[in-house]
């Protein structure tokens, strides 16, 4: 596992999307596993920036999110499908066809996870999987549990991710309460995984995650296991290191 310490938020995002580029300049067909919330956020800017330049080419890249929200529509704006697409694919030449997203309008969970691990499937593999991580130690919305579940699947999102997350909605009531998300295997299975991490309060599960005990109840603990990680944090998310 490789460490970088970055000094703040901006630092982290440019060093994640220095990792990223390479990623694209190097194999400029790669499948990029992205994922949403505010750690990516600068990241991507930074990318649509260095596209905008001419320094990076988008035209044969597929990726794959890593979740949605069961119940909203694409054009919700709260669903990762509207983010990626508002903070990242609009802004860049990628093949929109060649992105996806679980089907949060696809009610039947057999239909959505099957449909999805088939997705990946096809992909060939994830090249690079980028990765945020929840308070609760969550990896795409893989919440706290008793066992880690493989592929895609659908999850009870946990109370404190849905109080997290409810500053994106109008009240806590709009924030769906299951989600579909990548398993902790196709996760794994990524040949290179790229951790970012910034702020004070993600400091102690970030310290719990790396170096305490490999457990379902932390599901980025697992991570410990994988060959080709590199977390980027700021300082504030390394304070307890
Ligand atoms: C959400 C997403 C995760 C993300 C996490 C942390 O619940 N499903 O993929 O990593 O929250 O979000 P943030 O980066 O906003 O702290």
Same mark, same amino acid.
């Given at each position: ?36 919330g ?10 649509? =920036? ?17 979740? =949605? ?36 309008? =696809? ?25 945020g991580l929840g308070h609760n130690g969550h ?5 706290p ?13 946990a109370?404190t991710t849905?109080e997290a997350n ?31 991490v @910034?702020g004070?309060d993600k400091a102690e599960i970030l ?13 980025a @603990? ?20």
């Open positions: 596992m490789i460490i970088y310490k970055a000094q703040d938020y901006k630092d982290m995002s440019r060093k994640a999307a220095n990792i990223l580029s390479a990623q694209v300049i190097m194999k400029p067909n790669c499948v990029l596993g992205l994922a949403t505010s750690s990516p956020l600068g990241t991507y800017k930074q990318l649509i =920036e260095w596209y905008e330049k001419g320094d990076i080419d988008f035209s044969n890249v597929t990726s794959v999110n890593l979740d =949605e929200y069961k119940g909203l529509d694409p054009n919700n704006k709260q669903s990762y499908r509207y983010f990626m697409n508002t903070n990242f694919f609009d802004h860049i030449n990628i093949d929109k066809k060649k992105t996806f997203v679980p089907d949060g309008l =696809e009610m039947d969970t057999e239909k959505a996870t099957s449909k999805y691990n088939e997705i990946i499937r096809n992909t060939g593999g994830v090249d690079l999987q980028l990765l990896i795409g919305f893989n919440e549990g008793e066992q880690f579940e493989k592929e895609t699947h659908c999850v009870d999102l109370q849905i409810r500053r994106f909605f109008d009240s806590e009531d709009d924030v769906p309460k299951q989600a579909y998300t990548m398993g902790i295997k196709s996760i794994m299975q990524a040949k290179k995984i790229v951790l970012i @910034s004070q310290d719990k995650a790396l170096n305490g005990p490999i457990t379902p109840e932390l599901p @603990s697992i991570l410990q296991l994988h060959n080709d990680v590199i977390v980027v944090a700021d300082k504030a998310a390394l304070s307890k290191w």
